[in-house]
């Protein structure tokens, strides 16, 4: 069964505080990991990826990702009201699939 | 950049009309997709394509058919519409399966 599970939401946080976005996968044998945003009424577009445990880095965000524990999370530091939208986590490798299985997304608000 | 272009933002049609949605991308990418998004049910994939005249079965692909006789070009066919098909269709491409997809602007379909 493929499962890639997200909490729903909405998470709000306040202006300047780091926004924390949490993803658990089914499949231990998962390989990519990708973080999209989607503002409302528009399309997703990718904010990062990741392939190896540990952290990684870009400008605000921070992708993090524990392969034992099967989960991989988004921080975003100094979150602006510009953040609030919905982000989905996509795995990739989940049930042998090459094709990435997408979350149900997390609604994040960003209150000034 | 990577532009993914469909043909129509906003549709409305009838129960039982032949729906055609279009995808184009000018990206020369291999790997073509369309997933519809229902409000808590997150992305879910119809169908891809990793090459022209391929074609592969997504998750729910029920109702629906697909058509890739050029490499930029990816169409959707509703042959039947129902109001179960009611919902917003993303286009994606990515030049790898495994790889990050960039979405098209997505097209609001409403059958009556």
């Known amino acids: 069964q493929k499962e890639v599970e997200q909490n729903s939401g909405p998470l709000s946080v306040p202006e300047g505080a780091i926004a924390s976005l949490n993803c658990t996968y089914s499949d231990r044998g998962s390989q990519s990991f990708f973080w999209y945003r989607q503002y409302s009424g528009k399309s997703p577009e990718l904010i990062m990826f990741?392939?190896?445990?540990g952290d990684k880095e870009d400008g605000r965000f921070t992708a993090q990702l524990n392969k034992a524990s099967q989960y991989v999370s988004l921080l975003i530091r100094d979150s602006q009201p510009s953040d609030s939208a919905t982000y989905l986590c996509?795995?990739?490798?989940?049930?042998?699939?090459?094709?990435?299985?997408f979350g149900r997304g997390t609604s994040l608000i960003v209150h000034p | 950049d990577v532009k993914v272009t469909q043909s129509s933002r906003y549709l409305v049609k009838r129960t039982g009309e032949k729906v055609f949605l279009e995808c184009v991308q000018d990206m020369d990418h291999e790997n073509m997709f369309w997933y519809r998004q229902d409000p808590g049910l997150g992305l879910r994939l119809i169908y891809f394509?990793?090459?022209?005249?391929?074609?592969e079965k997504g998750d729910i692909p029920e109702g629906y058919s697909v058509s890739r006789e050029k490499k930029e070009r990816f169409s959707l066919i509703l042959e039947s519409a129902s109001t179960n098909q009611t919902s917003m269709y993303l286009c994606a491409s990515s030049f790898m399966a495994n790889n990050e997809q960039f979405f098209g602007p997505g097209t609001r379909l409403t059958v009556l």
């Open positions: 394509s990793y090459d022209v005249k391929m074609k």
């Open positions: 990741i392939y190896s445990n």
């Open positions: 996509a795995v990739r490798g989940v049930g042998g699939s090459y094709i990435p299985t």
